[in-house]
């Protein structure tokens, strides 16, 4: 069973966080949340979670996927963390999936893993002229290789289905998309 990695941040976007963590649980993936600092962390309209765990607790742990939820200040808070460039990179490294949505993007773009990549993020949260060899999308889900992103709230759960694509094949993302009676 594939385990991925879902850091969040004070900050986060609930939306994306719970509706990614939910969707890979229904489709048997592990999922570990990791807070930056206290276990307990506040969303962007105030939700409250308790975290899996702490990102100093598995800051040495290999992942299959790691994904970062979006969100202001969230992604900012992502993006000034040391801890969560180091993962992202030896994530990288050893050729494992890596997504990103809404704003968190930038994080990636930030660690260099959007250099000549296709990428989507919430208008805005990717700057095209700091950008220059990242082709940017309007994509609600753009994959490019190993990476992959989303624009926002209203795409998390294509993110998510995305994901469980890409970790357990499609025949579990039909099974689990099936279950949501999203047609």
Do not use: W
Not at 10 to 24: C, Q
Not at 27 to 40: F, H, Q
């Amino acid at each position: 069973m594939p385990t991925v990695l879902i850091p969040l941040a004070e900050g986060f976007e609930e939306l994306e966080a719970v509706t990614i963590v939910d969707l890979l649980r229904r489709a048997d993936i592990n999922v570990v949340t990791a807070s930056l600092g206290d276990e307990t962390v506040t969303g962007s309209r105030g939700t409250r979670v308790v975290a899996d765990t702490s990102v100093d607790e598995i800051l040495e742990q290999d992942f299959d996927m790691v994904v970062l939820p979006g969100g202001l200040p969230g992604a900012d808070h992502l993006d000034a963390d040391d801890r969560i460039h180091s993962i992202l990179q030896r994530t990288a490294d050893r050729d494992c999936p890596i997504g990103a949505i809404c704003a968190a993007p930038k994080v990636l773009a930030s660690a260099g893993l959007l250099d000549n990549k296709k990428a989507t993020a919430y208008p805005g949260a990717l700057d095209p002229q700091a950008l220059e060899t990242t082709q940017i999308t309007e994509a609600a889900v753009q994959q490019d290789g190993n990476i992959l992103t989303s624009r926002g709230p209203g795409t998390a759960m294509d993110f998510a289905l995305e994901i469980i694509t890409c970790l357990a094949g499609a025949q579990k993302r039909d099974e689990v998309e099936a279950a949501l009676l999203r047609s």
